[in-house]
C-alpha cells in the first residue's frame, strides 16, 4: 500500500511538472498574432491552476481526471488534460466562457487507444476550489458521455 502511495505521488508530481512545462511552452511560444486584448483579460482567473479529481462515464466506468489551464483567447489551447488511470491526454482549446462555466475542446495526443478522441468538456464552477466536470464526445454519442468533480490543486 505505502509503495502504490508513493507511486501515485509520483505520478502526481510527473503530470504537474510536465503539463506546467508544457503550458509555459503554449504561453511563451504560440502567442497568437492578433489577439482580442480585451478577451484575453476577461478569461475567469477562478478558471486559472491546476486541477485534479474523477470522471463518470454514462457507461459507469471510472478515471481520474488531472488538468491545467491558464487564459487565453477563444481559439487557442488554454491547457493540457490527463487521464492517468487511462493512461491517454491531450490538449485543451478553448471554446467559450464565463463567469459560471468554460467549455473547451478536447484534442488526445496521446494514449489515442485509450481514450475517445475530439470531445468537448464543460467546467462548471461551483467554488474557489472546485469545479463541476461534463464531457460529451463530438459525435454527440450518448454512450461517451460523462460527469465529474476536479478540485484544484494549485494556482500557479
Known sequence: MVNQTRKNRYLITLLITISLVFLLEIFFNNTPKSVNAQ?????????????????????????????????????????????PSLRCG??????????????????ITYGKSSCVNQGYITLEFVSRRKLNYYYKNQTGDENYTASGIVRKVSSN
Open 39 to 83: 478577451e484575453y483579460e476577461n478569461f475567469p482567473s477562478s478558471y486559472v491552476g491546476i486541477w485534479e479529481g474523477s470522471g463518470v462515464q454514462n457507461t459507469g466506468s471510472e478515471w481520474s481526471i488531472f488538468l491545467a489551464l491558464i487564459p487565453g483567447p477563444i481559439d487557442s489551447i488554454v491547457g493540457t488534460i490527463a487521464y
Open 90 to 107: 491531450g490538449e485543451l482549446t478553448l471554446q467559450k466562457f464565463t463567469e459560471e462555466k468554460i467549455e473547451l475542446f478536447e484534442n
